[in-house]
Structure formats: structure tokens, C-alpha cells
């Protein structure tokens, strides 16, 4: 296949060349390839980015299919511009084992769409009791560890579960939430929180555990990583730990640095995250950092839900948002049409980034390296619809708004696996 015209996203800059892809693999980049009767996509007009991978989705799978399942997922993510998706353990039973491991592996392969990467738990049904078999999980494919959606409480633990995964070159992605201080909060306590009559959740209750997490990884000399920060104190405590050589690196979502919680006095459903949507020093603060790289990915943190589990009074609902579909042309409108990251900079937060942290293949545009692509139109707009998301979960708080970037193709080893 010979991609023509596009403007590729190379790590250092924007150029527009030619690519061609063989055996899956990118072999050439020039100004003007011949053509040999080779497929050709006219990316006139259009940019070339590396492949987009999410490390921090939610598949439901095995389970929860009501809410998603593996299929579902992968459309939906090759629909965003995705062409590897991270996806949690939090699923029934719970991914701790080698047998749900490989179940979830074999069959994101049998789908063939995106690549789906396991992570495993990092304790036995996410109980916060007793160490999973990381070494069992990573034989047969689990790229991380996390007990994502519950915090360990035991630091004891926490510090083995850190030792053991470096063991296996893997990371600990950590889910900071002191659950105690929490206090079955549903949003941020805040002005808003007070003025809706809904429980807040303390930004301290997610500093608390960043600052732990960060204090073994820096006792430990052993890395870490901070899942979906969303606090603005948060992501000073990140910052001045990398300044001190700490290996600790983290994450945040588009939620975050495109929405503050004024959302959540509607009562819409659909703005109950965990951890919160905060207020505008925090949006403020995660766009800073993404910035000047104190944040490292962009993730959507994608938790589908059927509509049952929305459609029910604020305390009740359950968090989550559904992200796939929207989180490139969420960081397109915000972050780049506004000036505060370039173009190669996305690419490093949405690709490069994730496959430094998990050691994953592809992340950038370079010859000899895998063909995982994405074709987009940055200035394209268009609606969200959740109607017309591939995912089963049409859980969105940005209905109706109107965004710029649009996928066009999504290419996997050399193969075209969307076309919008």
C-alpha cells in the first residue's frame, strides 16, 4: 500500500511525503514514490499520524457484554483512530489469572480489528488481599498491572505488587482514591457539589494515594504509574516528583481538560466520573501539564454502560463515560486548534507515550516500523451523535457538541481497518 500526499506526524515536525507499507511494516518514506500497481490512499489534504493506543480502556468482557464487549470495543476503537487499546481486569471474573488473560487476548485476535492488550490485576479478584500470578498473566500476554476501580489499600502490599511487576518489566497503573475519605462522593466538593446537594469527593482523596504511590516508587527505585489525574494539586505532587528523578509517570483523560464540573448542575448522568470532573484550576492544571509533559498520555479511560445504568437518580448512576469515538477529536479541538500542543506532541500523548510506558510496539512513523496508522481531517467538524457510537455504551456528556478532527482510516499491520 502506498499512502500519497498526507502529511505525515513525525516525532520531530510535520512533513508531507509518501509512505509505503509492505508485509505490514512502514519500508519507505519519500517525496514521490513510483507507483508498482500497489493499493493507494490519496491522503491529500489529510494527516498521518502513528497509531492512536489508549492504555487505560474498559471492555466489559468477559461479563458485563451487556455493557460492551471485546467486538464492540475494538469497532468503536478503530472508529477513534485506535489501533491498540489497553483494557482493565475489572471484569467477571476478574482478569487475575492466565486463563482470563489469554481468553481476553485470543479473542481481541479473533476479532481482528485493533490489537487488545490485557492488563491483569494486581491482586486475586481485586480484593486487595493477596498478589495475583503476575508472571502466569505476563506469559500470556498482560502488558500491566492494576486493580483499577478499587485502590490498594495495604501499602505493604502496594510496595510487593510494585517490586514484583518491575521484577517482570512490568508497571503498576494505580487507581488513587482513598475510598475512605472519599466517602461515597459522586462529584467534586466544590461550590457545584454544595449548590446540586450531591456528596463531593476532597481532591485530597486522589492527592493522598498519588503521593503514596509515588513515595514507594521513589523508596523502591522502581517505576509507576498514576492512572486519569484529575486534580490540579495532583499534578504538582507529578511534577515535582519527575524533578527529583522519581520514575513516575502519568495519565488524564479528555473529560478533564474539556470540561469543569458546572456540568453536573444539570444532573445529567453522563458527567458521573470517577474521579470527578473538577473545577477550573484543575482543567487548567491538567492542561498545563500535558503541556509541559509533567502528564504523559492522553487515555479516555472508556467505561460503557447500558442505558439502565445511567438512566437512575445522580447517587445511583454509575460512573463512567464513553470515549473512545470522541477523545481524538476532543484533543484536536482543545488542545490543538487552541495552540497548546502541536501536532507531534498529540501523537507522543495519544501514542508514543503509551508504547514508552508499556513497551508496545509501534507509536511513531518511522521506516522499519510497524504499519499502525491513522488518516485524519482536523478540519472537518461534526456533532457527537452517541446514537451513530459503535460502542454499545452511548454514555457521552459532549452530545450535541460540535468538535474538529475526523478519522478517515485507521490501518493495522498494513491493513485498512476503518474507512470513514
Known amino acids: ?3 500519497r500526499n498526507g502529511k505525515l506526524v513525525l516525532e520531530n515536525g510535520v512533513e508531507q511525503k509518501d509512505l509505503l507499507i509492505e508485509n505490514g511494516k512502514i519500508v519507505k518514506i519519500a517525496d514521490m514514490l513510483p507507483a508498482n ?8 489534504g489529510l494527516y498521518v499520524f502513528p497509531g492512536l493506543i489508549d492504555m487505560h480502556v474498559h ?52 476479532v481482528g480489528l485493533c490489537k487488545v492488550r490485557p492488563i491483569g490485576a494486581i491482586t486475586k479478584g481485586e480484593k486487595g488481599e493477596f498478589l495475583a500470578d503476575v508472571g502466569e498473566m505476563k506469559k500470556v500476554g498482560a502488558v500491566a498491572i492494576s486493580d483499577d476501580g478499587k485502590t490498594v ?51 485530597a482523596a486522589e492527592d493522598i494515594i498519588i503521593a503514596r504511590e509515588i513515595c514507594l516508587a521513589e523508596s523502591l527505585n522502581v517505576p509507576a504509574h498514576i492512572c486519569h489525574v484529575s486534580t490540579h494539586s495532583g499534578v504538582r505532587l507529578i511534577r515535582d516528583a519527575k524533578r527529583a528523578g522519581v520514575k513516575i509517570t502519568a495519565e488524564t483523560c479528555p473529560h ?10 444539570d444532573f445529567n448522568t453522563n458527567t458521573k466520573v470517577n474521579p470527578p470532573i473538577r473545577e477550573e484550576i484543575d ?11 509533567t502528564l504523559d498520555c492522553i487515555v479516555t ?62 507509536g511513531k512513523i518511522a521506516e522499519g516500523e510497524v504499519a499502525d496508522l491513522m488518516i485524519a481531517d ?43
Open 301 to 362: 479511560d472508556h467505561a460503557p454502560h447500558h442505558a439502565d445504568d445511567k438512566n437512575v437518580e445522580y447517587n445511583l448512576a454509575a460512573f463512567g463515560i464513553s470515549g473512545l469515538e470522541t477523545s481524538f477529536a476532543l484533543t484536536i479541538t482543545h488542545l490543538y486548534k487552541t495552540g497548546v500542543l502541536t501536532l507531534p506532541q498529540i501523537a507522543d500523548r495519544m501514542s508514543a507515550a503509551p508504547a514508552r510506558i508499556l513497551n508496545l510496539e509501534g
Open 153 to 203: 489499600k495495604n501499602t505493604r502490599l502496594m510496595r510487593l505488587a510494585m517490586e514484583y511487576a518491575s521484577g517482570f518489566d512490568m508497571k503498576c497503573l494505580c487507581h488513587c482514591e482513598d475510598i475512605d475519605l472519599a466517602n461515597g462522593g459522586v462529584v467534586n466538593e466544590g461550590l457545584n457539589s454544595t449548590v446540586a446537594g450531591l456528596n463531593g469527593i476532597q481532591r
Open 378 to 420: 482536523l478540519d472537518k467538524k461534526w456533532t457527537v451523535d452517541s446514537a451513530k457510537f459503535l460502542s454499545k455504551g452511548k454514555n457521552t456528556p459532549f452530545e450535541g457538541h460540535e468538535l474538529y478532527g475526523e478519522v478517515k482510516y485507521t490501518i493495522v499491520d498494513g491493513e485498512v481497518k476503518y474507512n470513514g
Open 37 to 44: 500497481g500497489e493499493k493507494e490512499i490519496d491522503a491529500s
Open 59 to 110: 471492555l466489559r468482557e468477559p461479563g458485563f457484554e451487556h455493557k460492551e464487549d471485546i467486538e464492540s470495543g475494538s469497532k468503536a476503537a478503530v472508529k477513534g483512530g485506535f489501533t491498540q487499546i489497553c483494557c482493565m481486569p475489572n471484569t467477571d471474573p476478574v482478569a487475575d489469572n492466565k486463563v482470563v488473560v489469554s481468553y481476553i487476548r485470543h479473542r481481541g485476535e479473533e
Open 256 to 265: 478533564y481538560f474539556a470540561l469543569t464540573d458546572d456540568v453536573i448542575c
Open 1 to 3: 500500500m502506498i499512502i
Open 283 to 293: 482543567k487548567q492544571a491538567i492542561i498545563e501539564g500535558l503541556k509541559d509533559g
